[in-house]
């Protein structure tokens, strides 16, 4: 029987293919096209262009978006997981709703017609308005609050061998996005950086369905590698031709990561991260053919191409450069708690690094939650207190626009304020009948619920983090009281209003002056090992001093999962 922990990590192994992956090999294809009979139009509309095209009978409108090069927002590999594919039919005959958009789509939207591009299947003449499009910038500036934390120079670099204009390349690979930072390495200081998607998401908006996905078969694994190093080539030509650099002149490229974006990056054997009894096992994820990456990326022929491996299992090089960047090993007593699909914490007794990792599930990201979305422009990232005799609750959206969806910290903010208000119990149930659908955030062009549905993955994703934290505390004999500062990590962390965090066990209950938002630290860190002349020996230290728990095998995990659960504050030092 799995643990919860097991459950959670494994909760998207049951991956189902799309229906038609060779749309040229299916029987409705070959009927139609022998007999010659006439194809219906499928007719798209995005905001700014409305196309037609022909389609036959079996395909799912994802496959057609995909065949026609039109990129939808999915997160699933299109099994109705993920609900981000959303269209809206305008006209025409379908197949009704399946079973997995009933459970994931609102019955608003089903009785407005939006369905999931994945599950749609168009029987005659259809026509659909795409809802949820993949953004045409692939890349954009870091924003100044995006920045990392490292100062803005650095010590110059000695390149004696490269020529007189020196850069060097910062890349965090994560699960939603992989960060760049360009670096003068002669002078010592930050020129430019971006920021882009992680093409990988369309294996799979999770870790774990990527692995399955590249262990399917080496054409997947390769596949997916190819895709994340050209997306690193892409970001990188970006930045170069609009700030004016060349990209000859780019001489070093340090790279870090979790665990399963280095695994499928470099085609290490994905079935090591799939074995729960491999996770506290050191993995090295190197070039094969180093060459290979520097013609790819089009940099100095004689560039060094440096890919930092794990420190362990789900526990990856973000977390050493985050260890690195917030110097947690100079406070005892420290704390790093990076959050993502896969949070990694940290904590430094002084002596040891104590290290684990918790599937928490995509809830951080934004992805299977109705309402969720990235933290970016349209998202609600800070909810105001309301009272329920208020008519209209206030809340602010980053880029100032219309609000589409909740980021992260939105999410939090909302669920402490409908937890304070007495609208939501303490087990995360709404506490009102007419509110059995949901809470209702906003409501006209664009309605925004908050789901039972939404606030039971938020209540395990904290579950995870809070067990995660107590099993370190425990290892390193610890009480909260010991703890000095708590560091946030991760662009879930950017805009968290700390004592909501806290009020609903997100965090441990200390005083909010020592706790710190630290933002992207695993690029800061990654910069401070492209920079610094001692990172080797520095990530050597490091790892000499940690010590990885794998929570599927804690005893007690199971129990402090559920005392976890409850929105209230983190229950850690009980026995």
Sequence with gaps: MFSVIEEALFFHLAVRFPRNPNLKTSPQWSMQHAMGSKMPNLTLITDDSTREMQFYHGSTARELLDAAGIRIRSGCRGNGACGLCLVQIVAGSANLPTKNERLILSPEQIERSIRLACQLIPEKDLCIRIINMVSKSGWWDLSPDKLPCTPSHLHPKTCVQFPRIAYGLAVDLGTTHINLSLWDLKHGHRVSSRIGMNPQSYYGMDV??????????????????????????EGLMDLCSRGGFGLRNVCEVTIVGNTTMLVLLTETDPHILLNPHLWTQPIECKLDKPQTWVNILEIHQQANVNV????AGFVGSDLLAGVLATQLMDHPGGLLIDFGTN?????????????????????????????????????????????QDSTQMHFHVIGGGEAIGLCGSGLVDLIAVLRRNGCLTRTGK???????????????????????VDVDMIQRAKAAIGAGVKTLLTMAQMSTA??????????????????????????????SKRV?????????????LLMSPTGATDLLSLRSRATVINLSGVSDFDSMFMENLFLQPMKVDET
């Design 208 to 233: 774990v369905t990527r692995l399955i996905a590249a262990g399917q078969s080496p054409e997947n694994a390769h596949s997916i590698a190819c895709m994340t190093l050209d997306a690193v080539h």
């Design 308 to 311: 930092i491996s794990p420190l």
């Design 343 to 387: 949070s990694e914490m940290a904590l430094w007794d002084g002596k040891k690094l104590w290290v684990t990792s918790a599937a928490g599930g995509p809830a951080f990201e934004s992805c299977q939650i109705q309402c969720g979305m990235p933290a970016e422009e349209g998202s609600i990232y800070r909810v105001e207190d309301w009272k």
């Design 430 to 452: 709404f506490a009102m009948s007419h509110l059995n659908d949901g809470f209702i955030i906003q409501q006209g062009s664009r309605t925004i619920r908050l789901t039972p």
């Design 482 to 511: 010991e703890l000095n500062c708590i560091y946030v990590c991760g662009a879930f962390g950017q805009h968290l209003n700390i004592p909501n965090a806290q009020a609903i066990g997100l965090l441990p209950d200390i005083s």
């Design 516 to 528: 710190e938002l630290c933002g992207n630290t695993a690029l800061a860190g990654c910069e401070r």
